[in-house]
């Protein structure tokens, strides 16, 4: 059971709590502790470069896609063999759906896990007001508990001073590290975000720099000390959830069902819980790369292909015409497919890049997809079912995020649409969740945490299929 645990949070996007977040769980690791990390928020690139630090899975939480003990127990089933759980925050704080209220922020889930925040103060061309900006945070919400700040970005040692002696006032606020600005840590992005940990390669910063950074400017034995768990005060205990009782969809020994996965630079945007909830339906995960593969894996039922970004690969993904045509084939043979996003986009006929340059792809949906400037679309979305899908039946309801930076373009209009798409503010009108045969495509990425009747729901429809 995990001794210490926190909620790493920035006061704005940008602040530099991604690579606090890595540096901190890379000194930790270094030190021997089994850490494990998590994100707040419908992230999927933060989690990569966690696992990669921590060599253990990070995990998702979400304050509009799942509900609150949803999210305790996907904490508490993953820390239970941890000696610290890191939280990396999303945006600011106190940023959530709206002014009015916490949902959906990183203080609202830090409250339900009862956690202390670490707040992360970019400090540059700053000095006393850093310390005003601690105690705005602090007063705000009195009820929400603090570890400390860790003022990032920090010219040189004089630097630091000026900021030491501004906090002197507040010993409310207790100063955990001072970092130094570091560029050679810091991760380059692109249009969807930083860079995947699958195409870093030789880019990605190192471990070891990350974990002497942190040494060297972070009182690691005070921040543990701060954090460490000393029940709930009286509240019900994290622990005592039981996230062991089987699930009513849980799989019948000897019987997987294999569903291959496609699992590489093109294709790397999953929500872990989403593969979990699988293999406890019974579906056997069977990884495969439509950037390497020229077949698809023997003996499966049915073939996902997640988000990702299959418009830097579209030259090599086309070139592989065998694996196309075999998705092809599997598709109009009545295989169950569920692609997501980027999975979608490589299941049309055609990506269509910025220069006008077109690329064939599978060809399941007879539509273009084309490469836009500006996003597209970017929100929570909540998805009702309007038809029987290998999702599930009528009416289905799941939750979800959509981001991307392409459209479809000459769609035709009989191709028959599942859902009815609202955003987190109730306002519906889109039609979306494609089907053909029983593929279902949509750029909606669903987290199946909101509704965890749909794993078993599409293996079932796997089991069938042969």
């Not at 977040?21 to 000194?27: E, Y």
């Given at each position: 059971m995990i001794k210490s645990a926190?909620?790493?949070?920035?006061?704005?996007?940008?602040?530099?709590?991604?690579?606090?977040?890595?540096?901190?769980?890379?000194?930790?690791?270094?030190?021997?502790l089994t850490v494990q990390p998590f994100k707040v928020g419908p992230d999927f690139i933060d989690p990569g470069h966690h696992t990669l630090i921590t060599g253990r899975p990070s995990h998702n939480l979400d304050g509009w896609m799942m509900e609150r003990e949803r999210n305790r127990q996907i904490f508490n089933r993953y820390t239970f063999d941890a000696d610290v759980a890191v939280v990396e925050g999303v945006m600011g704080l106190f940023d959530g759906f709206s002014g009015k209220d916490e949902t959906g922020s990183t203080a609202h889930m830090?409250?339900?896990?009862?956690?202390?925040?670490?707040?992360?103060?970019?400090?540059?061309?700053?000095?006393?007001?850093?310390?005003?900006?601690?105690?705005?945070?602090l007063h705000f919400d009195s009820s929400l508990p603090f570890a400390g700040v860790i003022l990032n970005r920090v010219a040189g040692p004089g630097h630091a001073e000026i900021l030491k002696e501004a906090f002197e006032s507040l010993p409310e606020v207790p100063i955990l590290g001072c970092l130094p600005r570091r560029e050679n840590l810091k991760i380059p992005s692109r249009h969807l975000g930083l860079i995947t940990v699958e195409?870093?390669?030789?880019?990605?910063?190192?471990?070891?720099?990350?974990?002497?950074?942190?040494?060297e400017g972070v009182d690691l034995d005070g921040l543990l000390e701060k954090t460490r768990r000393q029940g709930m005060?009286?509240?019900?205990?994290?622990?005592?959830?039981?996230?062991?009782?089987?699930?009513?969809?849980k799989k019948e020994e000897g019987r997987g069902v294999r569903i291959a996965v496609a699992r590489d630079e093109a294709f790397c945007f999953y929500y872990q819980e989403n593969l979990r909830l699988l293999q406890e339906a019974g579906?056997?995960?069977?990884?495969?790369?439509?950037?390497?593969?020229?077949?698809?894996?023997?003996?499966?039922?049915?073939?996902?292909?997640?988000?990702?970004?299959?418009?830097?690969?579209?030259?090599?993904?086309?070139?592989?015409?065998?694996?196309?045509?075999?998705?092809?084939?599997?598709?109009?043979?009545?295989?169950?497919?569920y692609a997501e996003c980027g999975?979608?986009?490589?299941?049309?006929?055609?990506?269509?890049?910025?220069?006008?340059?077109?690329?064939?792809?599978?060809?399941?949906?007879?539509?273009r997809c084309r490469m836009v400037e500006r996003l597209k679309a970017l929100g929570y979305r909540e998805v009702i079912t309007e038809k029987d899908s290998i999702l599930g039946p009528p009416g289905t309801t799941i939750r979800g995020h959509e981001f991307h930076y392409s459209?479809?373009?000459?769609?035709?209009?009989?191709?028959?649409?599942?859902?009815?798409?609202?955003?987190?503010?109730?306002?519906?009108?889109?039609?979306?969740?494609?089907?053909?045969?029983?593929?279902?495509?949509?750029?909606?990425?669903?987290?199946?945490?909101?509704?965890?009747?749909?794993?078993?729901?599409?293996?079932?429809?796997?089991?069938?299929?042969?």
């Open positions: 926190f909620v790493i949070a920035g006061i704005h996007s940008g602040c530099g709590k991604t690579t606090v977040s890595l540096g901190i769980m890379a000194a930790l690791a270094r030190r021997g830090a409250k339900w896990l009862d956690l202390p925040v670490v707040l992360v103060i970019d400090a540059a061309s700053m000095a006393r007001s850093a310390a005003a900006i601690a105690l705005g945070f195409d870093m390669g030789a880019d990605s910063p190192q471990a070891d720099e990350l974990a002497q950074w942190i040494e005060k009286g509240k019900e205990s994290l622990h005592a959830i039981d996230v062991q009782s089987p699930s009513p969809h579906a056997e995960i069977v990884p495969f790369s439509p950037l390497r593969d020229i077949s698809l894996p023997p003996e499966i039922k049915g073939l996902i292909l997640g988000g990702g970004y299959p418009e830097l690969h579209v030259e090599t993904l086309s070139r592989n015409c065998d694996l196309n045509r075999e998705i092809l084939r599997a598709a109009l043979d009545g295989m169950p497919m999975g979608f986009m490589y299941l049309m006929e055609k990506i269509e890049d910025l220069h006008g340059a077109d690329q064939p792809m599978v060809g399941v949906f007879p539509f459209t479809i373009s000459k769609a035709p209009t009989d191709v028959s649409t599942m859902y009815r798409v609202s955003n987190r503010r109730g306002r519906t009108g889109i039609r979306e969740g494609f089907q053909m045969n029983q593929v279902l495509g949509s750029y909606v990425h669903l987290h199946w945490g909101s509704n965890p009747a749909v794993a078993p729901n599409l293996v079932e429809y796997c089991r069938r299929y042969g």
